[in-house]
């Protein structure tokens, strides 16, 4: 019986220098998953959330029923990727993703394609906020800039933009 293909998620080069080893692999080092509390507007970093075990995560089955899981705490995740250039380091990626969670009933709801496309984008450096709420925009702003202004200052436009 074949594995077949396989990815491995490691941290620092994936390549380490030699073209053969670890060839397919993907780097998550400069990846950080953002949540935003809707009802208490909060924002934070959960690294479990880069394997779909951040803490509003876990206890709960996930369905693509949304009814099922009413009643709960809805969060955005925002997929956070950075990236040095010659000026240092900056913003490069940041998408967003729905998931509503509901602890009492042990459900919660997303739709695991869009949390990985989401991922994806923003490992390769698009910009994609459209599903995050207006008001919940200034909320993610003030978290990028108070976590580090400089990195944020050199963020390309269409990031800024899409803040405003």
Known sequence: MSQGFQFNIIKNDPLGGHK???AGS??????????????????FIDMG???ARAEVEQRVKW???KEAASGGL????VWVT??????GPYYAGVTCCYMLVN?????????????????????KHQINLENLPKRL????????????????ERASHELKQALN
């Open 74 to 77: 809805e969060y955005y995740l």
């Open 49 to 51: 959330g880069l394997h």
């Open 63 to 65: 369905v693509a029923d």
């Open 82 to 87: 950075t990236e040095r250039g010659p000026e």
């Open 26 to 43: 993907i780097s998550l080092e400069n990846v950080a998953p953002v949540f935003i509390d809707v009802a208490n507007e909060d924002v």
């Open 20 to 22: 053969g080893t670890n």
């Open 137 to 152: 925009k200034p909320l993610l702003k003030t978290f990028l800039i108070d976590h580090d202004e400089e990195m944020y």
């Open 103 to 123: 602890k009492e009933k042990k459900r919660g709801y997303k739709l695991m394609h869009e949390h990985v496309n989401a991922m994806d984008q923003s490992m």
